[in-house]
């Protein structure tokens, strides 16, 4: 039987879950003591300002999402891999969903911060960079480094911008459903069609004709306000 969460972690839990919702600007110490019903004291006792939370908060982060910026030794990659890779790596960018959703505000707010948010950042380049030389090395892309490199930025730009469209422009603020995942991956495999061996085009025209969703069918339920692409 697994253990209740401690007050710390019930305080991170909490946070995190108000901060994705309300924006971690909009929320106080006050509002998360509140919500937890527990006093500020207590909370204080574990971190003395909001800013440590975010900070815990982020090195979570970073532990979710550094094991997937490591190219796995053994058999060769795969497009199954490729598909479920960035199906992780979006589901943990929707877990941790304020942070790109108010990032400048953070770090302008917290120079710690900043410098560990670009160290992660570069980290991660130069990861997903090595990831396309492998999917290179393994006959499925063909580019070169500039290109892996151009890739890599691109990549990064839509998985953290992902997140901020569907709430921002959507309107989406439950759960990450398999649409909006499946949605979220066809806009990277598109990025890289230029760059895939005619042996594997097939396999990856099919692969993003599975994932492609209209965004008629990502709009939430109350969104009929919105007015849909007109027709050409």
Known sequence: MAS??????????????????????NVTTNHIASHLGISPGNLYYHFRNKSMIVAELFSGFERSMQSFFVVP???????????????SLLEILWQYRFMHQGLEYLLESDPELAVRYRRFAQRSLQGTQSIYLAFAEAGILQLTAQQAETLSI??????????????????????????????????????????????????????CERLYVPLDELRPADAADVPATPSQ
């Open 4 to 25: 209740k969460p401690n007050t710390r972690e019930r305080i991170l839990q909490a946070s995190l879950q108000l901060f994705n919702e309300q924006g971690e600007r």
């Open 73 to 87: 030794d053994g058999a060769g990659l795969t497009l199954e891999d490729k598909a479920q890779y960035l199906e």
């Open 154 to 207: 691109n990549v990064w730009l839509v998985l953290s911008a992902w997140m901020q469209f569907l709430t921002t422009t959507l309107g989406i603020q439950a759960q990450l459903d398999k649409h909006l995942l499946r949605r979220g991956i066809y806009q990277i495999l598109v990025l890289e069609e230029g760059h895939v061996t005619p042996e594997y085009q097939q396999a990856v025209k099919a692969l």
